[in-house]
């Protein structure tokens, strides 16, 4: 087990170290001037001298491979260097939105595993019957339907229609509800779909049949013994999905006006906000290797059979 | 097999045997099943009745009865960098910082929205020196900041040098660019400050001074918190006091009830009527709307033209109609490179766009389509100087006159060139969409490409274009002296970015620069008519689109004003009545 799991440490390191070398080729591939956003968005006629200042202040001018070092150097002892466009510490710009990234990720990510496994555990146990077909075709509708129009219509439902929940912020866990149920929605269906076929291969095995002829219970048979099993494939999915919710679901929080790391990200891409894109590209992939390391070890912990692939 | 919840009917290959025992109907009723449901699902979808009007809550109190209480929650549509960037007046924050500052902070004086004359702010009066360099402010007596300390010219001298200190570059380069003209500040004593500058600038009080940028911050507090903490801390003497910044949702400002006095301009002289205002960033349109209609928001900016006729006449909402100042909204068109460096081609292309059509199509019709460079409520503006009408058929005929004649596909030709234009746009693709089929229309072929506004800023600097979209509302501006900036040759990138027509026309050059320098505001008016009437002439840009800036709030949210160049609000007079709360 021990040398399972340091194998996969090595290797999220590595992938992690990958992935900034990515990001930085990427942004200078990209075309337009940092500097020249940063003065043009003002509106204002900037001189010459101006911009080289500018340059000059934020490194620009040095070779490459220099700006790189530098920035791993920084980042490693928690520097993520300042943005272009507000001064402000990237580092903490990132801090003040992670905390509703985070949020609105688990309360996702807790939705669509009540919703999704007991709409696929409902499904299998009435296999062949209206409920399987409703509970497919309900799966089918939340994979299928997109984001942003969901969350349109539920804003219009909700909030104006019915006024029971507000439109848009983060300050309650009112705010929460409706961000976390478009955003689960999806995974809620793709879970559904993998805990019915799971469970309905699992509930075909002897040792069920072995079960029930012990005369236990049914609903003990389900969950204990059958469940549990049927869960192993979901756990690889639902992690998948915590990374995807960690790395921030752009539509969402701009819809529903939350902040997050995910509009943190789309913002300085727009903008062209070097550091903030860096720091957040950075903290968004550390922050999926962790999530899929957890994964990882605790797929390898649930069944022991990986152990020892 | 047990009943019950958790009932499981066996393997499939055993109810398969069961099944084959159920009568046809039974079968044939399972098949149903998914139809069923799915039919079920498109029932629910179907829209329910819409809300109806709530009525009238009584009689609406008559405008005098100003009263005493409440929250203002305004909601903004972000601007493209995500956030208000600081509430620091001297660091440039981004266009919704502009309402808040003035919030938060005074200035020594005022522009009259309704008449553009300058009125007194903090300086009770001053006096200009016949040269122009010298400008002498006399202060209001016992105003004090938000945390206790006095107001004297010694924080008038520490906010105007500050605001072109190389040691806060580049946060400060708009406000430095507008004190281009300053050199330095002496504090003749408590309330008497003289402002010196390097060369007499015309329009340097109105864009300089009484702009929001220029709002007297308190030297304790912005020493103690430095750059860049005091724009997330920001102490002013306005008439509003700042509680807290939550980044990226709400700025919360609170009454200042040590507000003595109020500029001359506003109704409301001491401190506001609201107990609160709550400055909340909503960037999707329509979840702005929605925080309007539910209730969560009692005002928006950024009305989309979409909705504006629905809310307009629902009785529950107002949509106050504020028209902007500056340059209109304009398509650039590219004055250095062929084709468009040819007026003639210049001059076809503004006969061959159909403005009502651009303002009718996408945006409903909200806007006023216009011919002229500069808004009407510019002080300055030229009712005669106008750009070329639609005229189709007059667009053809200019254009065969100077030897453009329709090829083999209909588009014109000219010595074996094709008169094929390149255009774009970071911020609204459709209004490029609308004239490119216009221009088809008279032969000319526009492609039109939507980049992203990093790119798209970077490509207008550069000679790779013909025509330009840029945002559509043009230039805020309260000076004429806005025409320097968009069309003095010294303003052609790469020696600035402003130019982007990239006009270069002697005769046009000498008049801006006359304008700068002119201190008499007859003989500047004079200047600036015959400067618009060389733009029309030359045709070197094609006005589109005069915006209004609009704001729509609750039935009995009162008093929100917009400043002079339209965009800015101020709060000084909002009362807020009971049922609106």
């Known amino acids: ?309 | 097999m047990k009943a019950g919840l958790w009932r499981w009917e066996g393997p499939a290959w055993r109810r398969a045997g069961a099944a084959a025992g159920v009568s046809a109907t039974g079968r044939s009723w399972r098949r149903l099943g998914p139809l069923v449901a799915a039919l079920a699902l498109l029932v629910a979808c179907a829209p329910a009745a819409p809300p109806k009007d709530e009525p009238a809550a009584g009689a609406p109190s008559p405008a005098g009865d100003a009263q005493a209480g409440g929250t203002l929650t305004l909601a903004f549509p972000s601007p493209d960098a995500g956030d208000v960037r600081s509430l620091d007046p001297q660091v440039d924050g981004a266009t919704y910082a502009n309402t808040i500052t003035p919030a938060l902070y005074d200035s020594l004086i005022i522009q009259d929205p309704r008449d553009s004359s300058l009125q007194p702010g903090l300086a009770e009066r001053w006096e200009a020196s016949p040269d122009g360099k010298e400008y002498t402010f006399y202060l209001r007596h016992n105003v004090k900041f938000h945390d206790g300390t006095p107001l004297t010219a010694a924080a008038v001298k520490y906010t105007f040098d500050r605001s072109v200190d190389p040691k806060y570059r580049p946060q400060n380069s708009y406000p430095a660019t507008l004190m281009v003209a300053y050199d330095h500040t002496d504090v003749l004593d408590d309330y008497t400050a003289r402002v010196v500058l390097k060369e007499p600038q015309a329009n340097f009080l109105p864009s300089a001074i009484a702009r929001s940028y220029l709002g007297i911050v308190s030297p304790t507090a912005a020493e103690r918190l430095g750059v860049p903490a005091f724009g997330e801390h920001p102490v002013g003497s306005g008439p509003y006091r700042f509680v807290e910044w939550v980044h990226g949702d709400h700025i919360t400002v609170e009454r200042n009830p040590d507000y003595a006095w109020s500029p001359p301009i506003f109704d409301r002289q001491g401190p506001p009527l609201v107990d609160r205002i709550v400055f909340r960033f909503i960037p999707e349109p329509s979840t702005r709307l929605a925080a309007l209609e539910s209730g969560e928001v009692n005002a928006i900016e950024g009305v989309p033209e979409a909705d504006e006729a629905r809310l307009a006449s629902d009785s529950r909402f107002e949509v106050l109609k504020f028209r902007k100042n500056g340059t209109t909204g304009r398509i650039d068109l590219n004055n250095a490179v062929f084709p468009t460096s040819e007026r003639a081609v210049r001059i076809a292309i503004n006969q061959a766009i159909d403005k009502d059509a651009v303002n009718r199509n996408v945006y409903y019709g909200v806007h006023v389509p216009t011919r002229s460079i500069l808004e009407e409520k510019m002080w300055a503006f030229n009712p005669d100087a106008l750009l070329p009408a639609y005229d189709p058929a007059a667009a053809k005929r200019t254009l065969d006159e100077a030897g453009w004649r329709p090829g083999p596909d209909g588009i014109r030709e000219k010595d074996g060139q094709r008169l094929e234009l390149f255009g774009f746009a970071w911020y609204d693709i459709r209004p490029a969409e609308v004239v490119q089929a216009q221009l088809q229309a008279v032969g000319i072929k526009l492609n039109v490409e939507k980049m992203s506004r990093a790119a798209g800023l970077d490509r207008v600097n550069g000679m790779d274009w013909h025509l330009y979209f840029h945002q559509p509302w043009g230039w805020t501006n309260e000076d004429p002296h806005i025409l320097y900036t968009n069309f003095h040759s010294s303003n052609v990138p790469p020696l600035a970015d402003s130019n982007r027509d990239k006009v270069n026309i002697p005769e046009l050059d000498k008049l801006l620069e006359q304008g700068y320098q002119t201190l008499d505001p007859a003989k500047r008016k004079d200047l600036y008519f015959r400067a618009q009437e060389i733009v029309a002439r030359e045709a070197v840009a094609v006005p589109l689109i005069s915006m209004y800036r609009d704001v729509a709030v609750r039935k009995g949210v009162h008093g929100i004003k917009a400043d002079i160049r339209g965009t800015y609000r101020y709060l000084h007079d909002v009362w807020i009545e009971p049922s609106a709360r």
């Not at chain 1, 509930?203 to 969950?223: C, D, F, H, P, S």
């Not at chain 1, 999905?241 to 790395?247: C, E």
């Open chain 1, 1 to 309: 087990m021990l040398y399972y799991v340091l194998k996969r440490l090595l290797g999220a390191v590595l992938v992690l170290f990958g992935v900034t070398v990515l990001a930085f080729a990427m942004l200078h591939l990209m075309p337009g001037d940092p500097v020249r956003v940063l003065m043009s968005s003002m509106e204002a006629a900037n001189s010459q001298t101006e911009i080289e200042q500018v340059r000059e202040r934020f490194g620009l001018n040095d070779p490459l491979p220099v700006q790189y070092v530098n920035f791993v150097r920084r980042a490693a002892t928690g520097d993520l260097g300042r943005s272009v466009l507000k001064g402000r510490p990237v580092a903490t710009m990132i801090a003040e939105v992670y905390p509703y990234t985070l949020q609105l990720a688990f309360a996702a990510l807790v939705i669509a595993m009540l919703a999704g496994i007991s709409l696929g555990v409902l499904a299998a146990l009435r296999h062949n019957t209206w409920a399987d077909s409703a509970s497919i075709l309900v799966s089918l509708f939340a994979v299928s339907m997109p984001d942003f129009w969901l969350a349109i219509l539920a804003i219009l439902v909700f909030s104006i229609y019915l006024g029971w929940l507000p439109a848009a912020g983060t300050q309650g866990w009112q705010y929460l509800i409706l961000p976390a149920s478009i955003l689960g929605v999806r995974a809620a269906g793709s879970i559904a779909r993998l805990t019915r076929s799971s469970m309905l291969e699992v509930l075909g095995r002897q040792y069920v049949t072995t079960a029930r002829a012990k005369g236990l219970r049914e609903r003990v048979v389900v969950l204990r013994h059958a469940l549990k099993n049927a869960l192993i494939p979901v756990v690889t999915l639902i992690g998948l999905d915590l990374g995807r919710f960690l790395a921030g679901s752009v539509i969402v929080e701009t819809i529903f006006a939350r902040q997050g790391v995910g509009k943190l990200l789309i913002d300085s891409i727009l903008d062209k906000d070097f550091p903030v894109l860096q720091g957040t590209v950075l903290v968004i992939a550390a922050t999926y290797v962790l999530v899929n390391l957890v994964v990882d070890v605790s797929y390898a912990w649930l069944d022991p059979r990986i152990r020892y692939a």
